[in-house]
């Protein structure tokens, strides 16, 4: 079930608040979350709402066997029995076909009779809820928190359903207390209505429009690819897929709000930043964190401890701890987005880039004007979406050459897919993906209070009231456009 479906918007998020306001008691509300949790899933994947069930159990038996496990042997046992048994689904349904099919080519090459291409469809969020409950067991091996004693509470923690799709990537030991002890109340109601509506408007109004052009573009022949439709194509891209994404976070961290709850930010303006390593500080943070606390250090530190014992090379041994850990924890992120090579180049390729900024290279390069920064950043940022996209290696490098003024005897016209509704989506897209909108919030808040107190209270009372009208509006136009637009599911429910 999608939050753009009218099935969501119109029947299920509706029915679910009335009941959820009219029920007092926390237990029976956070019944209500799971039982409507569980429903919302399966919904759209049907019985695979059994493999979101399987991490419930298995965490809650392996916290179980963990607990009576301190501190002797068996201990270390249950915690990688128990990450063994969280990532055997997620292997099984989305790398198994992948690995499958590179074995069979290396058969192929031996002469060898191949084995069999699994082709189980991937349940939607699989990526998102096993990290979720990884996080559970880790947090209580590294003995961050107790064991949860109910399973139906670890079971809405993992299945919570504005987080099961896409995310955020919560940790436990930051949702758990709030889904004990959250408070209610009219002022996180209306901002989470605030929050959720921006998402909806990004998501419909932006990306949705932008996709239009990106998908036709990168599904031409390498005939018609010019170099200005190619690099026309890949920056509707490069927006559609962050608004497509962060309006995702918007919604769900504003339906956070209205239950009470508060979930991490997951994007700050990413393609303001000035390097890729602040670039990763800012995209997808709750992966990106989470990554970095539970691979990145755990890599990192044991490469450097042995190149500080072997003193290879005449480099200090925190850069090729630090290379080590960034090459190694890229790679998984960028086979975590998916089983196929073009996900993994473009992970290495982000991961090539945070190695040269800590070259002399890359220092010199952070001394230079913050324009020049910038300009590196979405040059290098925009070229990899390349990967992402054509998601093969073969296809990335056509769509590279089309890049670099390799033009096809059949050229397409641009103006073809440059519509007035795609380049306003455009302008918009490229505006609002800087920090431009806090700013000005911020000089009218201070304008606002070097008014006299009678003056400020008017002012404020109008902005607000201005606000409220422009939600309503952006509401009304995003329903509107949606039931006329083209369907475009979230880009981050196939991962």
């Not at 949790?37 to 963990?66: D, M, Q, T």
């Not at 497509?244 to 930010?265: K, N, P, Q, T």
């Amino acid at each position: 079930m999608l939050f753009t479906s009218p099935t969501f918007l119109f029947v299920f998020l509706p029915a679910f608040l009335a009941a959820y306001l009219l029920i007092r008691l926390r237990t029976l509300r956070n019944g209500l979350l799971l039982a409507s949790s569980l429903f919302f899933y399966a919904w759209g994947e049907g019985r695979y709402v059994l493999v979101l069930v399987f991490p419930v159990l298995v965490n809650y038996l392996v916290g179980l066997w963990l607990e009576r496990a301190r501190g002797t042997r068996l201990e270390s046992l249950a915690f990688w029995v128990g990450v063994t048994l969280n990532l055997l689904p997620l292997i099984a349904l989305k790398y198994a076909g992948f690995l499958a099919t590179n074995l069979n080519a290396l058969l192929s090459t031996l002469r060898v009779p191949a084995v069999g291409v699994p082709t189980w469809r991937l349940p939607a969020g699989i990526s998102f809820f096993t990290f979720m409950a990884l996080s559970y067991l880790v947090a209580l091996h590294r003995r961050e928190v107790e064991r949860e004693r109910s399973p139906l509470k670890l079971g809405l923690y993992i299945a919570l359903f504005p987080l099961i799709m896409a995310g955020p990537i919560c940790r436990y030991k930051d949702l758990a207390p709030q889904l004990a002890e959250r408070r209610e109340s009219v002022s996180s109601f209306a901002e989470g209505a605030r929050r959720f509506v921006v998402g909806l408007g990004k998501k419909v109004l932006i990306a949705n429009t932008l996709a239009t052009p990106a998908n036709a573009v990168f599904g031409l022949g390498a005939a018609q690819l010019t170099p200005a439709l190619a690099w026309f194509g890949l920056a509707c891209y490069a927006l559609q897929i962050f608004f497509d994404f962060s309006g995702y976070s918007d919604m769900a961290i504003g339906l956070g709000r209205i239950l009470g709850l508060r979930f991490m930010e997951n994007f700050d303006a990413p393609y303001a930043a000035s390097s890729v390593r602040a670039f990763w500080g800012r995209w997808h943070i709750s992966l990106s964190t989470w990554f970095r606390d539970y691979l990145f250090l755990p890599i990192a530190y044991p490469v450097g401890r042995t190149v500080e014992r072997i003193r290879f090379a005449r480099l200090r041994e925190d850069f090729w701890a630090y290379a080590g850990g960034s090459l190694a924890t890229m790679f998984l992120i960028g086979l975590w987005h998916g089983a196929s090579w073009g996900f993994i180049a473009w992970g290495l390729y982000h991961g090539a880039f945070l190695v040269f900024e800590r070259t002399r290279f890359g220092k010199r390069l952070a001394k230079l004007p913050s324009p020049i920064q910038h300009a590196y950043l979405l040059l290098v940022v925009t070229i990899g979406w390349v990967f992402f996209r054509t998601a093969t290696v073969a296809q990335a490098t056509t769509f590279f050459a089309a890049m670099a003024g390799r033009s096809g005897p059949d050229p397409a016209a641009i103006a073809r897919y440059a519509l007035a509704d795609t380049l306003l989506a455009f302008a918009a897209g490229a505006a609002l993906s800087t920090r431009i909108g806090p700013s000005l919030r911020s000089w009218m808040t201070r304008r606002i209070e070097a008014r006299s107190h009678s003056t400020s209270a008017l002012l404020e009372g109008a902005v607000g009231v201005a606000e409220v009208v422009a939600l309503v509006a952006l509401l009304i136009i995003s329903l509107s456009w949606l039931s006329v637009g083209t369907y475009a599911p979230f880009i981050y429910f196939r991962f």
